[in-house]
């Protein structure tokens, strides 16, 4: 059973800093893994989509990252700003589960 | 090109009511999959459906069903509510195991 671990579950850190937020995951036969961002009480925005074939993804001040042999993603948010405040949530699909998600890492950017 | 949609937003119901969400799918997608997300935690995956189909489903009860309908829309009713149904229903769309889209939410509190 397929199960995503994500490190640490709160994050506060000042405007301008670089941060990585980890995910794990316990089956490494995956297909992809996304990343989203949660705002408080809405849906999910999908930030990035990594293929199993890649090992990088980035879009702006994102960068994600996979290591499939050992499990693992991370997501690098350089140059932090207030407006990244949110829930940034990873997932892997799992046999006829579409995704699996970990509890998430609730991140605060103070100014 | 029109996203994920959801309704209602909100809904306050009584335990032991039925309950209808309903979600339209992105233009296109073909896949809608519904999640339970609770206060804290990762969404949970529901049921999946493909081409009007029911493809697939996580460690949901009975009375949790859907429907999806030839325009691919669909619909997610619960049965006899519970206090521990209140959370928030996550519909996403998709074109088969491709990149998920997630909806705003319906935010469900059962008393």
């Known amino acids: 059973k397929q199960e995503v671990t994500q490190i640490p579950a709160a994050l506060s850190v000042p405007e301008g800093e670089n941060l990585v937020l980890n995910c794990s995951f316990t089956d490494s036969a995956i297909y992809n893994l996304q990343w989203f961002r949660q705002d408080p009480g809405k849906g999910l925005t999908s930030l990035l989509l990594i293929q199993s074939s890649q090992r990088e993804q980035t879009s702006g001040r994102l960068n994600a990252s996979l290591d499939k042999s050992s499990g693992r993603s991370t997501l690098y948010i350089a140059a932090s700003q207030p407006g990244d405040s949110a829930t940034y949530l990873c997932?892997?699909?799992?046999?006829?589960?579409?995704?699996?998600f970990g509890k998430g890492t609730r991140l605060s950017v103070i100014a | 090109e029109t996203g994920v949609t959801q309704s209602p937003t909100h809904l306050i119901k009584t335990r032991g009511q039925q309950v209808t969400l309903r979600c339209s799918s992105q233009s296109g997608h073909n896949t809608v999959s519904w999640y339970q997300q609770a206060l804290g935690q990762g969404p949970q995956f529901i049921f999946q459906y493909y081409r009007e189909e029911e493809n697939g489903r996580g460690n949901f009860p009975p009375r949790f069903s859907g429907l999806q309908f030839p325009n691919y829309s669909s619909e997610l009713n619960v049965n006899a509510l519970e206090l521990d149904d209140s959370a928030l229903y996550l519909c996403?769309?998709?074109?088969?195991?491709?990149?998920?889209?997630f909806g705003p939410g319906t935010r469900l509190t059962v008393t």
């Open positions: 997932a892997v699909p799992s046999g006829n589960t579409p995704l699996v």
């Open positions: 996403a769309s998709s074109l088969s195991r491709h990149e998920q889209y």
